[in-house]
């Protein structure tokens, strides 16, 4: 059985173990936001956070998973965070706070051989917002669960296509304003959509 004392050591390490793996993404979005991906090398990471390479390669494979580990953890985050999203600006703005507080590294990553990677994390998080979104519309009504799941689906899609090209479009317009236009247009549809939904099923007395 772990003593007291390895307890704390434990502990303590696992606490240390977070703060180095947290230098290291913070470090490496530094970078990220002042050059392209692929002039960030291991080297220039270990420099900028003052570690060694080994300590990098003992957390991490290569920059690749380091992306990928920065990603997983800001979808946790979004996860953890987000709640019920009342409108589609909202989950916009909550899906994309990540991206709007780094354009340039995301932009830099958008541009670079992680394009997919960064495109997996923003569906993931549309995708949730979406459908927590999606589901809040739906109260109160007798939807059919497979009608939440498509539209949740086709907003997603809607909505992450808009927000590829607004960064491909290298994130000129101010994102808010950006989406807000969208969202005054399709304001009230999903709600219209599960009404004629909900119309649509034979009455349980028929």
């Not at 993404?25 to 990220?32: N, S, V």
């Not at 692929?38 to 991490?60: G, H, L, P, Q």
């Not at 539209?151 to 994102?175: N, Q, R």
């Amino acid at each position: 059985m772990i003593n007291a004392r390895e307890e704390k050591e434990e502990r303590e390490r696992g606490i240390g173990m977070q703060y180095t793996k947290r230098a290291i993404m913070e470090g490496f979005l530094k970078l990220l936001n002042e050059r392209p991906f692929d002039k960030i090398s291991v080297v220039d990471i270990a420099e900028t956070c003052k570690i060694n390479r080994n300590t990098f390669y003992y957390y991490y494979q290569d920059v690749y998973a380091l992306v990928d580990d920065v990603f997983r953890l800001e979808t946790q985050r979004f996860m953890e965070q987000s709640g019920s999203c009342k409108s589609w600006d909202e989950v916009f703005v909550k899906a994309t706070a990540f991206t709007q507080a780094n354009r340039h590294a995301v932009y830099h990553i958008y541009n670079s051989i992680n394009r997919d990677r960064l495109e997996k994390y923003l569906y993931d998080v549309i995708e949730a917002g979406m459908t927590s979104f999606v589901r809040t519309e739906a109260e109160g009504l007798s939807v059919p669960e497979e009608d939440i799941v498509a539209l949740s689906s086709f907003y997603t899609a809607a909505l992450l296509g808009l927000t590829v090209k607004w960064l491909g479009d290298g994130m000129k317009t101010d994102a808010q304003n950006y989406i807000a236009d969208i969202a005054r247009l399709l304001e009230g549809s999903i709600r219209f959509a599960f009404s004629h939904s909900a119309s649509a099923l034979p009455d349980k007395n028929d």
